[in-house]
T-cell receptor, first 116, second 110 residues
């Protein structure tokens, strides 16, 4: 079946603007994760949803970042007042369930965000 | 907090050479361990995983054994191919989020 999809694949914006990044998880997956990958680094955790609720948002860097998953499927990561340091690839992943860290997370292709 | 350390790259090998990419971890509990691979122009894919001590994960000729005594999860392959050229990430699960190493680029030449 279809994998995790993310839109847009690339986003260029200006400093101070607002952006939304969308993630469509694999159908039936209840857990959804957002990570951020800077150049030459491994992905860093941002937030994770179990169903509609954010189960762990400890990785969000500050209050400019916010994510929602209103119906327990599609999720949107929202960044307000973007800064040049927000430039990175934003990755979304989903897993069938969230349980004790053993579940495989399936990653989307990412959205490459460039803040000018 | 929990962390993962993996060897810096790039690792450059000739086809059919033996591969080892070192990975060590620090964790307070008993995490699951993963190797993910990122081929050029593609997204992260799970390569293999191990969920408890002494487990061996294997896939596509790659292997890694969960060594609790040395807190390691080294990736090995007996004979690499040009098509194995990619960036390899070691990761552990901290409850439900993944903590990744910085990645090791492998370049295999014919």
């Amino acid at each position: 079946g279809a994998g995790v999809s993310q839109t847009p694949s690339n986003k260029v914006t200006e400093k101070g603007k607002y952006v939304e990044l969308r993630c469509d998880p694999i159908s039936g997956h209840t857990a959804l994760y957002w990570y951020r990958q800077s150049l030459g680094q491994g992905p860093e955790f941002l937030i994770y949803f179990q169903g509609t609720g954010a189960a762990d948002d400890s990785g969000l860097p500050n209050d400019r970042f916010f994510a929602v998953r209103p119906e327990g499927s599609v999720s949107t990561l929202k960044i307000q007042r973007t800064e040049r340091g927000d430039s990175a690839v934003y990755l979304c992943a989903s897993s069938l369930i969230a349980g004790e860290g053993q579940e495989t997370q399936y990653f989307g292709p990412g959205t490459r965000l460039l803040v000018l | 907090g929990d962390s993962v350390t993996q060897m810096e790259g790039p690792v450059t090998l000739s086809e059919e050479a033996f591969l080892t990419i070192n990975c060590t971890y620090t964790a307070t509990g008993y995490p699951s361990l993963f190797w993910y691979v990122q081929y050029p122009g593609e997204g992260l894919q799970l390569l293999l995983k191990a969920t408890k001590a002494d487990d061996k994960g294997s896939n596509k000729g790659f292997e890694a054994t969960y060594r609790k005594e040395t807190t390691s999860f080294h990736l090995e392959k007996g004979s690499v191919q040009v098509s194995d050229s990619a960036v390899y990430f070691c990761a552990l699960s901290d409850q439900d989020k993944l903590i990744f190493g910085t990645g090791t680029r492998l370049q295999v030449f014919p």
